[in-house]
């Protein structure tokens, strides 16, 4: 397998792992244009958290057309198209843990007190800080979704 296919791979899976964060700022399209409920609340406990990465065929397939070209460079006749397959396999699993490695999150749990006595916990991308007694903002969907921001 010429060297300039592997890279050219490895610049996609790069690439990939690059993706947007879930963050309180940044917004999907699918997220713009929908009303959010906005409410105020106290932070009352903050603790780490880690968002799992994306699994997607990218990594799969990637990692084993790696693999199997790998593979094929090891014996000759059949045992080179029997490597193949096995590298093609191997490298499929590694490259489906490579991509949910490099496309995982650092994330705060935030644990909030809003008015009326109702807590709630969000668990988001790690792009701002918060201090336990810090006054914020919560957006709230009706499906479920929220965000943390500044007051």
Do not use: H
Not at 34 to 43: I, N, P, S
Not at 103 to 118: D, I, S
Request: proline residues 1%.
């Amino acid at each position: 397998m010429p060297v300039r296919n592997i890279l050219m791979l490895a610049a996609v899976l790069a690439a990939a792992a690059c993706a947007t964060p879930s963050s309180g700022r940044i917004y999907s399209r699918s997220e713009s244009r929908v009303a959010w409920d906005v409410k105020y609340g106290e932070v009352v406990d903050v603790d780490d958290a880690v968002i799992e990465g994306r699994r997607s065929a990218l990594g799969r397939i990637g990692g084993g057309y790696i693999g199997y070209q790998a593979g094929r460079t090891v014996g000759g006749g059949s045992g080179r198209a029997v490597a193949g397959a096995v590298g093609a396999v191997a490298g499929s699993i590694a490259g489906s843990a490579l991509e949910e490695r490099a496309t995982r999150e650092q994330a705060w749990q935030f644990t909030v007190e809003l008015g009326g006595g109702r807590t709630i916990s969000i668990v988001q991308a790690r792009d701002q800080s918060f201090a336990v007694g810090e006054r914020v903002r919560v957006y709230m969907r009706r499906d479920g979704a929220a965000r943390v921001a500044k007051a």
